[in-house]
Structures are given as C-alpha cells and as structure tokens.
C-alpha cells in the first residue's frame, strides 16, 4: 500500500497528469452543451430516432484524459530530471526505493486505475446528467451496467496507453498514435472497410460494451466485446512488463 500511495502521489504530482484529468472531465460535457442546438433540431426532424446513446457516445471524445494519463505515468520516468544531470532520469530513484519491479509495475498499474477510473465517474455522472437536463424525455437514463462499462472502457484505454508507454519506453508516439486514431482519423475503423477482422481490434471492440447503435460491421455482445478488449490489453501489458523486466535503467 505504501508503494501504491508514492505511485499516486507521483502521478498527481505530474502537471501533465493534471492537464489529462481536466481535459478528460471537461470535453465531454462541453460537447454535449456545444451540440445542443443541433441535436434538439436532429429529433425534431425525425433525422435523430434513436437517442439511446446520447451522452454515451460523448464520453468517446474525453478519451484523451486517460491515454495522457496512461503515457505519464510511465514516460515521466524516462524523462531526463534536469540540465544539470542530463542522463539521470526518474526511474533511478524509482528502482532503488523499489528494486522489485514487478511490485512497481503493479503499485503503478493501481494508481493508474484508481485515477481513471475516478475520473471516468465524475465524467460520466456529469455528462449524463446535463445530456438529460438539456434533452429531457429524449435522453434516457441508461442503465448501470452501460454506464459502468463505460467507465471501464475508459480505464482500459488507459491501461492500453500505459502498455504501448511500457513497450516504447516514450511518451509521444504512443499518445500520437492514439489521439490520432481516437479523434483525426480512425485506422481501426477504416480497417473495418477492408475485412470484419478489424471489428475485434481494442478500441472497436470495447465501444460496443456500452454503446448500441453504431456502424459496426460485426455486432459483438457487451460482455464479449469487454473480453476482447480486456484481452488485448492483458496481452500487450504481458509483453511490457516483460521487457520492462528484462531492460537496463
């Protein structure tokens, strides 16, 4: 418990971190006020008949909270601790206050957790909430279980984020990478243009935990489409610890 405690006061130390878990809780019902307008006039002509995803599908854009916060936590590691010692970096201290890696693994794993995981609530509740307030009778309460596989899709895209980190040993091609495919252009979706395979990849897959209408070429259940993700990211958090293990300082 201590060393989860050092984790997450190190992590909520970062200014970085911070800038995630603004970003993250703030999007998404920015959005959903920005888009009023357009969606009250969507139902009203009928282009709009099945609001059951409303405030749902908004959670998609404040993604970015988590992946910066997925990245940080590991990338701050590598990061050089100053000008004056250009070749130090944080992991130094890290590992001689905890030689055992795996135990810093897991410490770091929980603080990531705990932290989204927080932060996926308090968006949710908020986002779904003012959906309701601004649609009304248009916007259903979803159910819990859609509400909390939201949460946890977006804990796993954080954990995905911290893999691909563990794995490149570098904060900005994974949090690129990511952004780029959440919001710029999806290579997982244009994928699924070329084969159905593609419907299985993490971030497709994971969608269809909570949401129910979509251009999903293959319909996966809530439940399989959460093994598939949770899957995918066990595996890639496999080969990270791994060579996290394996590496010099």
Avoid: C
Avoid at 84 to 106: E, I, K, N, S, Y
Avoid at 226 to 240: E, I, N, R, S
């Amino acid at each position: 418990m201590s060393v989860i405690r050092a984790e997450l006061r190190k992590l909520l130390g970062l200014p970085t971190a911070w800038v995630g878990l603004v970003l993250g809780t703030l999007i998404a019902p920015v959005v959903v006020l920005l888009n009023a307008p357009y969606t009250r006039r969507a139902i009203a002509a009928g282009t709009l008949t099945d609001t059951s995803d409303l405030g749902l599908r908004d959670l998609g854009i404040g993604l970015i909270g988590p992946m910066v916060l997925g990245v940080i936590v590991v990338s701050s590691e590598y990061t050089s601790t100053g000008q004056d010692a250009p070749g130090a970096r944080q992991l130094t201290a890290t590992l001689a206050a905890v030689p055992d890696r795996l135990r810093l693994l897991l410490a770091k794993t929980t603080a990531l957790v705990l932290v989204v995981a927080a932060q996926a609530a308090v968006t949710a509740a908020a986002t779904i909430t003012l959906t309701q307030v601004l649609h009304g009778a248009h916007a259903p309460a979803p159910a819990p279980a859609r509400v909390a596989a939201a949460i946890l899709y977006w804990t796993l895209t954080a954990l995905l984020a911290y893999a691909l980190t563990l794995i490149t040993r570098n904060g900005i091609v994974p949090l690129t990478l990511l952004i780029i495919n959440s919001s710029v252009v999806s290579v997982s979706y244009l994928l699924t243009k070329v084969t159905d395979l593609a419907a299985y990849l993490p971030d497709i897959a994971g969608t269809q935990m909570f949401l129910r209408s979509g251009d999903f070429p293959v319909e996966i259940p809530p439940v399989t489409a959460g093994l598939v993700m949770t899957a995918w990211v066990l595996a890639l958090l496999a080969v990270g610890a791994v060579l996290f293990h394996r590496r010099d300082v």
